[in-house]
Nanobody, 124 residues
Framework: QVQLVESGGGLVQAGGSLRLSCVASGRTFRLYNMAWFRQAPGKEREFVAA????????AYADSVKGRFTISRDNAKNTVYLQMNSLKPEDTAVYYC?????????????????WGQGTQVTVSS
């Protein structure tokens, strides 16, 4: 059974930084694309960033490009989201997600497994 456990959320002032972590278990982590999504109050869940199973490719939402960096450590079964220059509009619950299929192409959908989420609040 796949389990994803996020950590690293919190309260930060605008312009600050946070690093989220997500530890995965239950499948061979290095075979699957990983992604981060977020959901703000009253809004739909939205794609934030994704990283290919090999770590060789990444993708970002336009709203976070240049500020957020996704990375992974396959030896630790962990994916990270480094968030810099945070803005109040980045406030949301952030979710880690794992691709349904192994060796998939990098994309914004097709994620079948989700963590419980971690709250990020950016004050102005």
């Amino acid at each position: 059974q796949v389990q994803l456990v996020e950590s690293g959320g919190g309260l930060v002032q605008a312009g600050g930084s946070l690093r989220l972590s997500c530890v995965a278990s239950g499948r061979t982590f290095r075979l699957y694309n990983m992604a981060w999504f977020r959901q703000a109050p009253g809004k739909e869940r939205e794609f934030v960033a994704a990283i290919r199973w090999s770590g060789g490719s990444t993708a970002y939402a336009d709203s976070v490009k240049g500020r957020f960096t996704i990375s992974r450590d396959n030896a630790k079964n962990t994916v990270y989201l480094q968030m810099n220059s945070l803005k109040p509009e980045d406030t949301a619950v952030y979710y880690c997600a794992e691709d349904r299929s192994a060796y998939g192409s990098l994309r914004e959908d097709g994620y079948a497994y989700w963590g419980q989420g971690t709250q990020v609040t950016v004050s102005s």
